[in-house]
């Protein structure tokens, strides 16, 4: 009777220790298990929540680069319409179509091609070149220092800028009508909706919104270059320190460093992080053809400028300029040592009175300035899976 009554009492304990490790109450899902099973059929995302916050090293933080909150849920909805071909009159084009992630979200065509193969007419921007949108792009967080987007400078937000992309005719060619009723019969959308909004109500806000949080969440600061600049000595901000050779650059690269800070930077940015420079004429032609930032506001001493380009990972980013002109780097070091035309126009920094500078690089200078622009490629970022195709 007393052995019953202890073994009783052992298997009440062991079921008790077991009853607590089960707890199913206090299981935690980041999803409904229901949901998730959904959104497996058609995506390749893990049950954990996706980190998107913009994480720059201290040292940048440091030197005053500060990106906006983003938030997690509405990235990864954004990540996905990012990569949806639902989303085009089509059915065959999505934003990745022409933002290429291995070839740092650029387009290696000249001019692009979007539904039914009709041709824009301007070279997809890289938005790995970039090196934090949430830092330093839309004037509704910056204000008038805060970048434009496009190569014309046309819109101020990512919201205005997808929205515009979306609806444009030679590339995605939908009304806004449309696209969210393309977006309503993916049935992948409703838990992410859900987890992003609250409710699974599908608006134009939220999907531009939710696009832009992505956008948003895009940045490039881990190459070569990032790495040198942020261990090389002295207490200087960033900003200062670029200065200095970097002890684990070559003897080119430091070189061609110097170069380009000379003779590039007033434009393109010391450290990459925004251009000094909104837009630009580089002397590409004489006479305008594509009014550029002239053709928005009409002033003549637009006509036939553009918006001055961040050039992180632009060895991966050919062709080069507004309207893919240049095949290689070297083709546009060329353009900047001979071949700069006198336009109206010309930015200052590229002439001496009216003539158009010549640099003449030399060979050895030529090449010192490609391998600098090489420490410029962030295999860690064109890799990141937290940007990649989420589509099985
Ligand atoms: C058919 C090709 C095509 C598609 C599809 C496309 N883009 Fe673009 N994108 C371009 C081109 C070309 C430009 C430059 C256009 C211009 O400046 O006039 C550009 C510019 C941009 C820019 C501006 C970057 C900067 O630094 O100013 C962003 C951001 C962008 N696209 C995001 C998107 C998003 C988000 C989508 C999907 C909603 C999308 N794109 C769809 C070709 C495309
Ligand atoms: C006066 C400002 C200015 C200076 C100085 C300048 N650039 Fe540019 N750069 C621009 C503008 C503006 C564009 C875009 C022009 C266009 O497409 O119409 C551009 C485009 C480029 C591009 C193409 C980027 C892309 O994604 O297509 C590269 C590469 C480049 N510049 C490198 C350089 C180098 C190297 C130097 C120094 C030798 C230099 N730039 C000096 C203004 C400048």
């Known amino acids: 009777m007393k052995r019953v009554f202890r073994y009783g009492l052992a298997v009440l304990l062991l079921l008790g220790i077991i009853g607590c490790e089960e707890q199913p109450d206090f299981e935690y899902y980041y999803y409904e298990p229901e949901d998730y099973a959904l959104l497996s059929r058609y995506l390749n995302i893990p049950q954990e929540p996706i980190d998107y916050s913009v994480k720059l090293p201290e040292a940048m933080r440091f030197s005053g680069l500060l990106p906006r909150p983003i938030d997690s849920d509405k990235a990864l909805l954004g990540r996905v319409l990012f990569y949806d071909k639902h989303l085009s009159k089509d059915g065959k084009i999505s934003c990745a179509s022409c933002h290429r992630q291995d070839i740092a979200f650029s387009d290696d065509k000249p001019v692009s091609r979007g539904v039914f193969d009709r041709v824009g007419t301007r070279n997809s ?91 948003n969440a895009i940045g490039s600061f881990q190459s070569k270059f990032d790495r040198e600049l942020i261990r090389t000595p002295g207490f200087g901000s960033l900003q200062a320190r670029v200065h200095s050779d970097f002890p684990g650059f070559t003897p080119e690269e430091n070189r061609g460093k110097r170069i380009f800070l000379d003779r590039c930077a007033s434009c393109h940015g010391e450290i990459h992080d925004r251009p000094l420079k909104k837009f ?22 637009h006509m036939g400028t553009f918006k001055v380009p961040l050039l ?42 009216n003539t158009p500078i010549r640099f003449n690089f030399t060979p050895q200078q030529k090449k010192d300035l490609i391998a600098y622009l090489n420490t410029l490629t962030d295999l860690n970022f064109v890799n990141d899976n937290r940007f990649s195709n989420p589509f099985k």
């Open 312 to 353: 992180r990972n632009v060895a991966l980013t050919a062709p080069y300029m507004h309207d893919g002109r240049f095949a290689t780097l070297e083709e546009v070091i060329d353009h900047y040592s001979t071949g700069i035309k006198p336009h109206p126009n010309l930015s200052f920094e590229l002439r001496s009175g």
């Open 280 to 301: 630009a004429s580089n002397g590409l032609d004489a006479t305008t053809t594509d009014k550029g930032v002239g053709g928005i506001t009409n002033l003549p001493e």
């Open 125 to 215: 921007i890289a938005l790995g070149s970039v090196f934090s949108f949430a830092a330093s792009y839309g004037t509704d967080l910056f204000g008038p220092d805060g970048v434009p987007f496009f190569w014309d400078n046309r819109a101020n937000t990512a919201s205005e800028q997808n929205l515009a992309s979306m609806t444009n005719p030679v590339e995605m060619g939908m009304t806004h009508t449309e696209v969210v009723r393309a977006v309503r019969a993916q049935p992948y959308y409703g838990p992410l909706f859900r987890k992003a909004y609250g409710d699974s109500g599908v608006t134009i806000e939220r999907i531009s919104e939710a696009l832009a949080e992505f956008v």
